[in-house]
């Protein structure tokens, strides 16, 4: 007898109490197999790379253990003044400061935007202006602006993730089927009722994922700054490492800084299961 | 008649405040800001330039190649090229790739965590890199747009052949279809909405990802024309640059959603 359990959105079969026969094509078609098959490969295929020198010269790449004792060496050394602990602060304390603020006016100001007519006649065009420059094109006049401080780099964060918190609050309020309303009003709910039954509850999703675009946006924001004028933070120490032509700080670097922003995502969605838990999406990856 | 056409119109309030908010931004723009060479309470031109000179600068950078090196138009069409040359390579990459990833299951086991450990790293960490193995010519600048643009691709592929509604690929079984069969008639089809969701997206990172590689790696192009205008202190160029780029960046949005219409005219989403 077997029994299975089918996927509801494809084909994939996601329990099965059949006991397979070990086979070669099976084992081919494992997947922790084809995992691991793939991991050796790319290690190896990066070893390989650093050893025999496929970009020309030495300081181009750094085998992985290279790069492993160097993130060790950065952990207990300092660079201009701050161990890797410091760096890894000074970048994600700019990234939540510049976070708060953007949501903190972003959101409430996307949904007064879509419940206020007249609110949206106003920002709306100064809204669309800013939305299609890069928020890295404001790297230059930010630092014009505030010098090569703390605060040029919040502002490039600020701006890099209000426009998605905004325009997602503002989208997710629009985007509501208007039959809740409806219902609101034949049980003779107020206008605060449709507020704060309907809108508040039903942008949620979207504003969450609005959230979690402006979280990676402000990442890669911080680290762009900082590879342009910074003293301190992870973009500094690729950039540094860059200047010294030293490969295995900059790969350390970007190791640190993709292992930051997974967490950011982890973390991003569990806040977004605990805020709407109801919310059915295909998360594919 | 079966139905009427009702013309809702919009309070004259309601059609005047976004013409009133953007007229009364620039005129504050324009008046808060000193004309060059004046220093009095408004903000010195140090800061900030006014429209206006921003504008006669754009039209005088046409056929001036001073202070940068290039017009404003080698320096657009450098950054277009760079831009173009990476998008398509993205697509033309990442697209049959994810598409793939999203059907066989030997294809997924094997790219899956590769593609998993290079997704979290922001394409801009990649510039230190890149500069060691290409250095700052245009190879550089495609290799950083090309990975910005690549991760949106292989993911929205991914997930269309993922949502693909599994009654039909059942009734294909059915029938007797074979396993590539399904994947070109009935999978790719069906996920094409969210692969043109990708090319969207990645047209985006690619252009954002772009002025931040050329503000870092660059002799020619938008981004590199910000970055001379802060070096040489003419905030008039930054300011130019930065119009320019968010121009550009528009103009490519809407001629994407012009060909996204037309080629999803039969697809209701």
Redesign the interface.
Known sequence: MSETV?S????VILSSGERRRITISAI????Y???S???I??FGLWQWAATSMV?GHS???ASPYQVLLRLQELFTTTLAGLSLWGHMWASLRRVIIGFTIAVAVGVPLGLIMALN??VN??????VD??K??????????A???FGIQETPKIFIIIIGSIIPALLNAYNGVRLIEPEYYDVVRIMGGKPWDEIRLVCLPASLPAISAGLQIAM?SA??GV??AE??SSRSGL?YL??Q??KV?D?AM??G??VI???I??CM?QFMDWLDRKLCPWRRD?K?? | MAFETVNVRKPL??RL??V???GI?FLAWQFCVAPPGVSDWRIPP??LTRPTDALILGINKLTNVNPDGATLLTHAGVSMEEAFIGYVLALAIGLPFGLLM?WF??V???????F??IR??????????T???FGIGLGGKVFIIWISGIVPCV?NS??GV???N?VH??MARTFGASDWKIFTSICVPSSLPMVFGALQIALAYC??TL??AE??ASDQGL?FL??M??NLGR?DI??L??VS???A??VI?VIIDRIEAKLLAGIRR
């Not at chain 1, 509801?8 to 084909?11: L, S």
């Not at chain 1, 006649?121 to 100064?126: F, R």
């Not at chain 2, 997924?108 to 590769?114: E, L, Y």
């Open positions: 089918q509801v959105a494809n084909e081919l078609h494992n997947e197999f084809l995992n098959v793939s991991l490969l790319f970009f300081s181009s790449l007519p007249y006649a106003v920002v709306k065009p100064l202006l800013i299609p420059m890069p928020p890295l094109a404001w790297i230059s006049v630092i014009l602006w990676s990442w890669s680290i762009a590879l342009v973009g690729i950039i490492g860059m032509s490969p900059v790969i670097g970007m800084i993709a292992v922003a997974w995502t295909i594919g990856m | 309030l309601l405040l976004p009133l908010s953007l931004f140090t800061l999203g299951s030997v997924r086991g094997v790219a899956r965590p590769i998993e450990l979290p790293i922001p394409p801009i960490a990649w510039i230190p890199l500069i060691f193995w993911i991914y997930i993922r949502m693909t599994p690929i059942q252009w954002t002025v931040a503000l870092l981004g910000i970055t205008g802060r905030t930054v300011i640059g930065m780029v968010g121009l960046g528009a949005g």
